[in-house]
């Protein structure tokens, strides 16, 4: 069974920047096309960057020119580094396929921010 294991979330002030991973474990899966997902106490879960097999990435609007996704094939690895953090963007953050498969949600990482 594939888990999407996230990791690199913290506490952070305002302004800061913080860098994610996400890495499948368990099996043998190569990422295809990904994203990463926020979701906020009490909200619903955000889809927050994708990225193609081929590189082509999208953003959401409100992370766009602080946010950047990338990929590592080899070590068969997905990142989100998050730069000029705000408290919104405070959330548990995941990984996932697009379209998300239900069974491979992870725990995901905790990002606050905050002073």
């Known amino acids: 069974q594939v888990q999407l294991v996230e990791s690199g979330g913290g506490l952070v002030q305002p302004g800061g920047s913080l860098r994610l991973s996400c890495a499948p474990s368990?099996?043998?899966?190569?990422?295809?096309?990904m994203a990463w997902y926020r979701q906020a106490p009490g909200k619903q879960r955000d889809l927050v960057a994708s990225i193609t097999s081929a590189g082509i990435t999208n953003y959401a609007y409100f992370v766009k020119g602080r946010f950047t996704i990338s990929r590592d094939d080899a070590k068969n690895t997905v990142y989100l580094q998050m730069n000029s953090l705000k408290p919104e963007d405070t959330a548990v953050y995941y990984c996932n396929r697009v379209p998300p498969t239900t069974s491979f949600w992870g725990q995901g990482t905790q990002v606050t921010v905050s002073s």
């Open positions: 368990g099996t043998i899966f190569r990422i295809s096309n």
